[in-house]
């Protein structure tokens, strides 16, 4: 999962944590983490020619300074706090070692 941060908060966070327990979830699970070059398969399987894919910047919080990127982050926010520990209840339930911080 390619989580970047610009001030370098990100790393040795909880949400780090999180994610790398989830990631590992997933792996146990035999359910893989999308990726672009899977996405760009299912496209074109799907009879999409001339896919393109990109990486973009995406804030997880409203601090951009960018009106647009504000906006994208305080989005993202409340999918996080209202959502977040929805996605990995299936696979993480029968691994309990994984989140015992």
Same mark, same amino acid.
């Given at each position: 999962? +390619? !989580?970047?941060?610009?001030?370098g908060t990100y790393t040795g966070s909880a949400l780090e944590n999180f994610l790398d327990a989830f990631v590992?979830? &997933?792996?146990?699970? +035999?359910?893989p983490l999308p990726t672009s070059d899977m996405l760009r398969g299912h496209a074109e399987d799907a009879g999409f020619v001339d896919v393109e894919v990109y990486d973009i910047k995406q804030p997880w919080g409203p601090w951009p300074k960018d009106p647009?990127?504000?906006?994208? +982050? @305080?989005?993202?926010?409340? !999918? &996080?706090?209202?959502? &977040?520990? !929805?996605? *990995?209840? @299936?696979?993480?339930? *029968?691994?309990?070692?994984?989140?015992?911080?």
């Amino acid at each position: 999962m +390619g !989580v970047n941060c610009d001030d370098g908060t990100y790393t040795g966070s909880a949400l780090e944590n999180f994610l790398d327990a989830f990631v590992k979830a &997933l792996r146990i699970a +035999g359910l893989p983490l999308p990726t672009s070059d899977m996405l760009r398969g299912h496209a074109e399987d799907a009879g999409f020619v001339d896919v393109e894919v990109y990486d973009i910047k995406q804030p997880w919080g409203p601090w951009p300074k960018d009106p647009n990127m504000k906006k994208i +982050g @305080q989005i993202m926010e409340m !999918v &996080l706090t209202t959502g &977040l520990e !929805v996605y *990995p209840t @299936q696979p993480l339930a *029968p691994l309990p070692s994984l989140y015992d911080d």
